[in-house]
């Protein structure tokens, strides 16, 4: 079946140190690829996609490159801020019809100052 | 309306009692999705809608888990006979759906069952 890898946290940065959150999946074909945020009290948020392999997503500072080679999406970040502080979901998705998002079990982030 | 609106925001519920939640999706949104949010868990899909029909219940954790969408808008997910591991906090989403085209979910701000 599909499913979504991603790095256990909770990961806890010092404000302006470079992010990593790993994310690894498998899927049968090729899914589109998510990241999702929930900041705290807050409901989840569309972060970042990539439709195909190689398209890079990005938005508020914040990469991820669809690896078809590697089943990867890693999502970085070079310079983080307190605001930063969520939890991070990677997620699969199918563009045939109305397909579910797949997620993987999410990351916390803290970002001290 | 502007976004997708669940209700209740909390529930607290005495274990063996039957609680019902309440989904709006966003106006003209085919797709409707929920989801289970544990503690410490990441998301597990329940149920999906397209319209008023439901092709995938295949996430609905056990018989006591219901679902039914009316008009092609508002959802119910019904929890009977409510244990302690229901807890969680409940997510639903809409989605617009035309053809092959892929458009984003979009999530409400969960319904939270405790059950003690």
């Known amino acids: 079946g599909n499913s979504v890898t991603q790095m256990e946290g909770p990961v806890t940065l010092s404000e302006e140190a470079f992010l990593t959150i790993n994310c690894t999946y498998t899927a049968t074909g090729y899914p589109s690829l998510f990241w999702y945020v929930q900041y705290p009290g807050e409901g989840l948020q569309l972060l970042l996609k990539a439709t195909k392999a190689d398209d890079k997503g990005s938005n508020k500072g914040f990469e991820a490159t669809y690896r078809k080679e590697t089943t990867s999406f890693h999502l970085e970040k070079g310079s983080v801020q307190v605001s930063d502080s969520a939890v991070y979901f990677c997620a699969l998705r199918f563009i045939q019809g109305a397909q579910k998002l797949v997620f993987g079990q999410g990351t916390r982030l803290t970002i001290n100052p | 309306g502007a976004g997708v609106s669940q209700s209740p925001s909390n529930k607290v519920t005495e274990k063996g009692k039957d609680v019902e939640l309440r989904c709006d999706p966003i106006?003209?949104?085919?797709?409707l999705y929920w989801y289970r949010q544990s503690l410490g868990q990441g998301l597990e899909f329940l149920i999906y809608?397209?319209?008023?029909?439901?092709?995938?219940k295949s996430g609905l954790p056990s018989d006591r888990f219901s679902a039914e969408r009316t008009g092609g808008s508002v959802s119910t997910l019904t929890i009977q006979r409510t244990q302690q591991e229901d807890s969680a906090v409940y997510l639903c989403?809409?989605?617009?759906?035309?053809?092959?085209?892929?458009?984003?979910?979009?999530f409400g701000s969960g319904t939270r069952l405790t059950v003690v």
């Open positions: 809608f397209q319209g008023n029909s439901a092709p995938d």
């Open positions: 106006s003209g949104h085919t797709a």
């Open positions: 989403a809409s989605s617009l759906v035309l053809g092959r085209n892929l458009y984003g979910y979009t």
